[in-house]
T-cell receptor
Framework: DTGVSQDPRHKITKRGQNVTFRCDPI?????LYWYRQTLGQGPEFLTY????????KSRLLSDRFSAERPKGSFSTLEIQRTEQGDSAMYLC??????????????FGPGTRLTVL | QKEVEQNSGPLSVPEGAIASLNCTYS??????FFWYRQYSGKSPELIMF??SNGDKEDGRFTAQLNKASQYVSLLIRDSQPSDSATYLC????WGGGSEKLVFGKGTKLTVNP
C-alpha cells in the first residue's frame, strides 16, 4: 500500500497525558498537512509542511500542540496535557504537484483520539 | 475568514436517481475546488477536482463550477446505495507561502434501494 499511513489508528488517554501521532506521507510527496475533524464538521486545518519547513500553523493549535517533520518525510503531532476538547479525528494528508498541477491532497486513515 | 457552505442534509434519493450536491464559497479569488467522499468512521477520499468554469465528468460523477456565482456542485448519476456517505466540498486557499484546504461541513447523502 503506497497511500498515506497514520499510527496509531485509535488512542484513548486520560486528561493531562501527552500523546504523539505519526504520519507517513505518500512516497516523494513533499507537502504534508494535519487536519482535525470533530463529529458533524468538515476537517479543519491545523498545520502545513513543505519538506521539513513548517510554513503555517493554525490559530486552532494552542501551545500544547507541536508538529515536526524532521527529515521532510514522516511527521509527528504531539499534544501535551490533553483536554477533553482535544477528542477528535486527527487527519494527515500529503500532496505533490503531480500531472494536474492542482496539488490534490490525499488523506490517511486518521487517528481517533478520545480523552477521558 | 474564508468560508465554504454546504447544505448539511440529509439528502435522500432513490437508487438510480441523480443526486445533486451544492456548495458555495466566499473567496472570489479561489481557483481550485475539490469534492471528497467520507464514509462513516473513515477518512475523506478525493473523488473530483475542478478549476475551470463549466462541467467536468468522471464516470457517474460530474462536477460543475460557476466562479461568477461562487458556486460548485457535484452530480451523481445512477445513484447506488454504496454512494451513501457524507460529501465534503473543499476550496484551496493560498497565502503567505502556505496553502491549505478549507472544507464545508459536508452533506450526508442516503441512497435508498
Amino acid at each position: 500500500d503506497t497511500g498515506v499511513s497514520q499510527d496509531p489508528r485509535h488512542k484513548i488517554t486520560k486528561r493531562g497525558q501527552n500523546v504523539t501521532f505519526r504520519c507517513d506521507p505518500i512516497s516523494e510527496h513533499n507537502r504534508l498537512y494535519w487536519y482535525r475533524q470533530t463529529l458533524g464538521q468538515g476537517p479543519e486545518f491545523l498545520t502545513y509542511f513543505q519538506n521539513e519547513a513548517q510554513l503555517e500553523k493554525s490559530r486552532l493549535l494552542s501551545d500544547r500542540f507541536s508538529a515536526e517533520r524532521p527529515k521532510g518525510s514522516f511527521s509527528t503531532l504531539e499534544i501535551q496535557r490533553t483536554e477533553q476538547g482535544d477528542s477528535a479525528m486527527y487527519l494527515c494528508a500529503s500532496s505533490s504537484t503531480g500531472t494536474s498541477g492542482q496539488l490534490e491532497q490525499f488523506f490517511g486513515p486518521g487517528t481517533r483520539l478520545t480523552v477521558l | 475568514q474564508k468560508e465554504v457552505e454546504q447544505n448539511s442534509g440529509p439528502l435522500s434519493v432513490p437508487e438510480g436517481a441523480i443526486a445533486s450536491l451544492n456548495c458555495t464559497y466566499s473567496d472570489r479569488g479561489s481557483q481550485s475546488f475539490f469534492w471528497y467522499r467520507q464514509y462513516s468512521g473513515k477518512s475523506p477520499e478525493l473523488i473530483m477536482f475542478i478549476y475551470s468554469n463549466g462541467d467536468k465528468e468522471d464516470g457517474r460523477f460530474t462536477a460543475q463550477l460557476n466562479k461568477a456565482s461562487q458556486y460548485v456542485s457535484l452530480l451523481i448519476r445512477d445513484s447506488q446505495p454504496s454512494d451513501s456517505a457524507t460529501y465534503l466540498c473543499a476550496v484551496r486557499v493560498w497565502g503567505g507561502g502556505s496553502e491549505k484546504l478549507v472544507f464545508g461541513k459536508g452533506t450526508k447523502l442516503t441512497v435508498n434501494p
